[in-house]
Each structure stands twice: as C-alpha cells, then as structure tokens.
C-alpha cells in the first residue's frame, strides 16, 4: 500500500495550489481521507479531512475558508488558497479513522506516504 500526495510547491503569500492523493494498493473510495501536515520542529496535525461517499468535510480553524477538500474517482484532493507563510509544511494525506474530529484524526496504515512539500514564501 502506498499513498502518495503531489501538487505542492513555491508560492507566494495569498497564493494558491492544489494538492491531489492517490493511491496504490488500496481504494480510496473505500476510505475517509484526511490531509496533515508538518512543519519544522512541529507535530503532524490534521488539516482536512472528507467522509468516504464525500458527503461531509471537516477543516481546522487555522485553515477554514482558505482550504477546500475534494474527491473524485479515487483521488482526493486540497485545494488551497489564501496561503499564509505559517501553511508551510510537508503535507501528507491518508486513510483515516475519526475524521470528524481532526485534532484526533488518525491513520489507518501503519505508515505515511510521500508526502509533498508546501513553501509559502515572498
């Protein structure tokens, strides 16, 4: 199984990029998908997460009208917009148990995937 995140980037402040999830030897259509992301010398959190059928998305506060989930025949993906120097990380995406509460929200594999670097930067 390998997840594998891609989009990412250099791009100004108030810029925008879309971030795409796929996956091989799994279905994400099977699965709730959430977004994390880690920054230098922080913890990985939770951004984003979507419910398996699509019909409910979940946002953190710091990135709540800025960032929109998406899914699409076996892809998942981040759109964002409005970027902030602070929404530089590495981010990651995989299937997850508890996407309503993202603070909680954990991945069901025993690993993370590629993940993609996102450089928010003047």
């Known amino acids: 199984v390998q997840l594998q995140a891609s989009g990412g980037g250099l791009v100004q402040p108030g810029g925008s990029l879309r971030l795409s999830c796929a996956a091989s030897?799994?279905?994400?259509?099977?699965?709730?998908i959430g977004w994390f992301r880690q920054a230098p010398g922080k913890e990985r959190e939770g951004v984003s997460g979507?419910?398996?059928?699509?019909?409910a998305m979940y946002y953190a506060n710091a990135v709540k009208g800025r960032f929109t989930i998406s899914r699409d025949k076996n892809t998942v993906h981040l759109q964002m917009s409005g970027l902030k120097p602070e929404d530089t990380a590495v981010y990651y995406c995989a299937p997850v148990g508890g996407v309503v509460h993202l603070a909680t929200m954990r991945n069901l594999l025993d690993k993370w995937g590629q993940g993609t670097q996102v450089t928010v930067s003047s």
């Open positions: 030897g799994i279905s994400l259509d099977d699965y709730s």
């Open positions: 979507i419910t398996r059928l699509g019909g």
